[in-house]
């Protein structure tokens, strides 16, 4: 079993770095790979969409190539990235998470998330997003303009951008995922995996173990699970950056 983990790309336009580097990753893996687990925010922005965009077109048919060559696709929706539809569902015949769950690896019971709901304090966005999950949203994105989504998704993702550096030194991530990590494991799974908070680390906690994604924006962070081993790379190289248990 060989199975990859990423997050948090925020795609946008093609001809972007992080984007153009997604797909190279992807057209090396196509047909080296039993699953591909795609753990939120992939895309800038896609909720309720029915069709693709021509900017999402270039990696929607680099997922259907590795689709074809028998990867399971699995996602995790993410802050930026719900609603996902038939897109995914039907053409890529991916399993799709609203809001993560378990996976069986080699008999070891994995729990996937995107990671925005590690946090409990955080009651504004709790509200935010259940409100954005709603079928109020859900019907409203099939009449409202596109153009008109877009910007307000775009202002949404600035004002976000402009009060990370906030929310991070309020909530560090540790913090945040360690007793996270720890309620899941134990409850029964052996790993959990997450992405949303762009920092990358692999820790060991009891008997389990716990693995925070980062980010391919400036990172090109991702996770390998290969013969029953996680391990946190980088492409095309490590840096410094990830911890990683020893």
């Known amino acids: 079993m060989r199975a990859l983990f990423l997050a948090d790309a925020h795609l946008s336009k093609p001809s972007d770095p992080n984007y153009r580097t997604l797909l190279a990753f992807l057209e090396e893996q196509c047909g080296k790979t039993d699953q591909l687990i795609l753990l939120g925010d992939i895309f800038e ?56 769950g378990s996976i069986d690896l080699d008999g070891k019971k994995v729990f996937i998330a995107h990671g925005d709901l590690a946090n409990p304090d955080d009651a504004g ?7 954005l999950r ?45 007793p996270y990590a720890e309620a899941i494991l134990a409850a029964g799974h052996q790993a959990v995996v997450t992405g949303h908070f762009h920092q990358p680390f692999h820790e060991k906690l009891g008997d389990g173990e716990l693995i925070a994604l980062g980010d391919w924006i400036t990172q090109y962070s991702y996770a390998v699970y290969e013969d029953h ?18």
């Open 125 to 131: 966005y709790r509200c935010l997003r259940k409100f």
């Open 229 to 246: 081993v996680f391990t946190l790379k980088s492409y095309p190289a490590t840096p410094p950056s990830i911890d990683s248990i020893s």
């Open 45 to 100: 922005f896609w909720i309720g969409k029915t069709t693709v965009v021509a900017d999402y077109a270039p990696l929607i048919d680099a997922l259907e190539r590795m689709h074809q060559q028998g990867t399971k696709l699995v996602y995790v929706e993410g802050n930026h990235d719900f609603h996902l539809g038939r897109v995914f569902t039907d053409r890529l015949s991916c399993q799709v998470f609203p809001d993560g």
């Open 134 to 178: 709603s079928s109020l949203i859900r019907t409203l994105l099939r009449i409202v303009p596109n153009s008109l989504i877009m910007a307000i998704a775009n202002r949404g993702s600035d004002k976000s951008r402009k009060s990370y550096g906030v929310r991070r030194n309020r909530w560090p991530v540790r913090e945040i995922l360690k």
